[in-house]
């Protein structure tokens, strides 16, 4: 099969951790006979300081024209600080988004047997957890009216939702709850918030054309309880953009480790896969990030993008064997030898044979 790949590797770790995975996918597209095309383009502060604009059209030409794409992160700090700054690389996250269309961000949290103790959360409360949390990306309040009024004094940003956008959102939820267990949790704030009561009748509303389906619905703040509680009882949950934005920071702490989640982001256009972490600049350079979740985010790739399935399992396999081996960064390693992101990268290429 010929891959048409779209390479964002963007800012801190980005470049490192899409390497790593890079040659996975290679090794995968040597055993399997598939041609990959790879097409690198700027985005993040990287393309600020190139061209002055996160996003570019060019990049974006790149990415309508790519089967996938595969991003590894954005952010720089010297603009965490300044929020006067003109632009801003997460602007160019936003605007990508919303020009690619990528309406659901599709994050998985499971745990690994062999790193179970990593958890800052007991064993037994996190053993067996496998949830995915849909988190809508293209509307609420990152992309409502906001302003400033009274001289400047008074600020707002305003949460709206259309009934189509919970539609297609909640559609891929109850669909992905149909391949799972029929489990299907839809997190909001209609006690308080008439968007929430919005959601919550449109999904009330669907239940009858996926009768197999249970549905329930949680208030935001006593699922972000439960979430550390009992990780387990959750299968797959669908939120509006912020609500999934804290809660699936919180979800990747049941692992053990931001540097291992991957995600995927769906939409009208070219699917996007991208680790969950940042661009963790204290890292760049220096070899020592972990590439795992980037690996894992090209594994979803093969499987959701392209229908490549045996491609997807053989890379989840070999990502077990490194960290059953203990071949793996320092963020993992504990009092082990830890290894380079370079290393952990040649080790999971050189098992796909
Ligand atoms: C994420 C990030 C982004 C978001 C930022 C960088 C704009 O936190 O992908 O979760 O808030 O969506
Ligand atoms: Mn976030």
Not at 195 to 206: A, G, I, N, P
Request: proline share 5%; hydrophobic share 40%; with cysteine.
């Amino acid at each position: 099969m010929k891959l048409n790949i779209a390479l964002l590797a963007g800012d801190g770790i980005g470049p490192e951790v899409i390497d790593q995975a890079v040659k996975v996918c290679n090794a995968i597209a040597k055993k399997f006979n598939h041609e990959i095309n790879w097409t690198s383009a700027l985005t993040g502060a990287c393309a600020i300081d190139a061209v002055g604009e996160p996003y570019p059209d060019s990049t974006h030409e790149v990415c309508m024209a790519a089967d996938a794409i595969l991003f590894g992160a954005i952010g720089d700090p010297k603009y965490d600080n300044d929020p006067k700054a003109p632009v801003r690389p997460e602007q160019g996250l936003l605007k990508m988004r919303k020009k690619l269309g990528l309406f659901a961000n599709v994050r998985p949290t499971f745990t690994f047997p062999s790193l179970i103790d990593n958890s800052p959360l007991k064993r037994e409360r996190i053993e067996g957890t496998d949830l995915i949390i849909l988190r809508e990306l293209t509307g609420g309040i990152y992309f409502g009216e906001r302003g400033r009024k009274d001289n400047g004094n008074t600020a707002f940003d305003t949460c709206t939702y259309t009934r189509d956008e919970i539609i297609r959102l909640a559609k891929l939820g109850f669909e992905m709850a149909m391949k799972r267990s029929k489990k299907l949790c839809c997190v909001d704030k209609a006690n308080v918030l008439e968007s929430s009561r919005l959601w919550r009748e449109t999904v009330q509303d669907m239940e009858k054309d996926y009768p197999e389906v249970t549905v329930s619905y949680e208030f935001v703040d006593a699922v972000a309880m439960r979430l550390v509680q009992w990780p387990s009882s959750y299968d797959v949950m669908i939120t509006e953009n912020l609500f999934g934005d804290i809660l699936t920071d919180e979800a990747s702490v049941i692992s053990g480790s931001m540097g291992l989640m991957p995600s995927a982001s769906i939409g009208l256009h070219t699917s996007l896969f991208e680790p969950i972490h940042g661009s963790y600049p204290q890292a760049a350079g220096k070899d020592i990030a972990n590439p795992l979740a980037t690996v894992l985010s090209a594994a979803m790739m093969f499987e959701d993008a392209f229908g490549l399935k045996e491609e997807a399992e053989l890379i989840r396999a070999v990502v077990n064997k490194s960290l059953e081996e203990g071949i793996v960064t320092e963020d993992i390693a504990g009092k082990n030898k830890a290894y380079k992101t370079s290393e952990v990268g040649d080790y999971l290429s050189s098992r796909i044979n």
